[in-house]
């Protein structure tokens, strides 16, 4: 089975690559992009029912940094 | 309107990031993991009535290295 989480910084978490990414947008002429966040997508390849809470336990032991991350986990 | 865009390396380029996350995965006692893929997921705050081809077009100028990566789009 495979699952599939994001990994975002929290609202209020200042993202500097997504503003490098908002920045370099409108410097290509893509105007109209009022803002951009930058976070992360894992896939992961997991042994037959594996359960959401053992994924939740990898998040958050390892996958995010719940201090400043919120994480979501989509079971595929 | 938003837009979710994700990029993962292509199958068959060697993900170092995700090999990390896998083994550091194992130390930790999650066992049965197969396989760790990671890329980036990026959340677009754009105009109304942005078209898909437009967030494409952002994807294959700035977003995505499209020699080793693919991207998907998702307009929210």
Avoid: W
């Amino acid at each position: 089975m495979k699952a599939r989480v994001h990994v975002m910084l929290k609202d209020g978490v200042l993202d500097p690559q997504g503003e490098a990414v908002r920045h370099a947008l409108g410097s290509l002429g893509f105007d109209g992009v009022a803002g951009v966040r930058q976070g992360k997508v894992i896939e992961l390849e997991l042994a037959e029912g594996t359960t959401e809470a053992t994924v939740g336990e990898m998040c958050e032991k390892l996958l995010a940094n719940t201090v400043i991350e919120s994480y979501r986990i989509e079971l595929l």
